[in-house]
């Protein structure tokens, strides 16, 4: 995969490091806009990048590189990828995908149509650690319910206080906690659960009417799932599936997991008493543990390099499917909240 990294934010210098990793990337080209132009040559410079470009039309017309990977603000996915795909050009989105379905939608059935690939940077798909997490569910019986937390004060949040809107908390660049951090726990769901029943969302609006935080919650019908997301407040982040005969947990981001804790009901040995005098079941217990690596991204890069370099577009259509019910829900929870974006197109 050779590929360019469109543009010079902090995500796009994690992107720079982890693929330092990955055989099968190479670091090939680097767009910024004119204004960033100095911060694209260091970079450029620092990671041994030979194409720079102030011009994006020039970078999909006269790169050698084969996929794009698009670090912008949420706002500019969707025309940036959707150029990049008519120009031949595999893309490889930041999460969310767009901030509208519709445009989601229209950028995979492009992406299929022109015989490309587009994909979601969502990384926890594509770390081990969460196949071991999806083969530990049969253990714990029927799924009763979810719960996840991941709770992290944003650099950003203190410019907010004082009335200061950047990117991260404008709805016009489609901002807010629920795109931007609750996202991954709505990616577990749908990952290891599908398209759930019921949606409902409950933000705390900020004075803009952006959700700084939120609790979003799932109806599958036959259990519930709690997805908690905050930019406003630091809190312990977490996961824990609990079922019938046992509980899996994770003591991490979301978006970073190689320890996984599961208790499973014993049922060769007979009912115990807790610390509180309550009867309750033996268990039995194991920690599932995957070395981390270098850094979250690597995963996710080696994965989209092998499926282009394979042409492996079923397992593309089906990571773009579950990018749409996610994006589904989003829309649904926004909307429902009152949440609104501006679409630009």
């Not at 080209?29 to 039309?57: F, G, P, V, W």
């Amino acid at each position: 995969m050779k590929l360019a990294f469109i543009g010079t934010g902090k995500i796009i210098e994690d992107a720079l490091y982890a693929v330092r990793f990955c055989p099968a990337v190479s670091k090939t080209a680097i767009y910024a806009r004119e204004h960033s132009k100095a911060k694209a040559e260091k970079l450029a410079m620092d990671h041994q990048i030979s194409e720079i470009y102030t011009d994006y039309n020039k970078l999909l017309t006269e790169s050698s590189a084969d996929t794009v990977y698009i670090g912008l603000v949420n706002s500019a996915h969707y025309q940036y990828a959707k150029e990049a795909l008519n120009a031949g050009k595999n893309v490889i989105l930041e999460k969310p995908l767009t901030g509208f379905y519709e445009q989601a939608k229209e950028l995979c059935m492009l992406a299929k149509e022109k015989q490309q690939f587009l994909f979601e940077a969502i990384t926890i798909l594509h770390n081990p650690a969460f196949e071991a997490l999806k083969s530990a569910i049969e253990k714990i019986g029927k799924i009763r319910l979810f719960n996840g937390n991941y709770s992290q004060y944003s650099s950003r949040y203190d410019s907010y206080r004082k009335g200061v809107v950047e990117h991260a908390f404008d709805p016009e660049y489609y901002g807010g906690a629920l795109f931007d951090i609750n996202i991954y726990n709505i990616h577990y769901c749908v990952a290891l659960f599908g398209k759930p029943k019921g949606i409902d969302y409950f933000p705390n609006l900020g004075f803009n009417g952006i959700d700084t935080s939120g609790v979003l919650i799932l109806d599958y019908d036959t259990f519930k799932a709690v997805c908690i997301g905050g930019k406003d407040a630091d809190g312990r982040c977490y996961l824990s599936i609990q079922g019938e005969d046992g509980e899996i947990f994770v003591d991490s981001k979301p978006n970073d997991v190689n320890r996984i804790e599961l208790s499973y009901t014993d049922s060769s040995k007979a009912t115990t008493r807790d610390a509180s005098g309550a009867t309750v079941r033996a268990k039995k217990k194991e920690v599932l543990i995957h070395e981390e690596p270098k850094h979250r991204m690597i995963f996710e890069f080696e994965k989209f390099a092998k499926i282009t370099t394979d042409k492996d577009f079923k397992l593309a259509e089906q990571l773009n499917e579950e990018s749409l019910t996610v994006l589904e829900i989003l829309e649904t929870a926004r909307e429902k909240a009152g949440i609104n974006f501006l679409n630009r197109v």
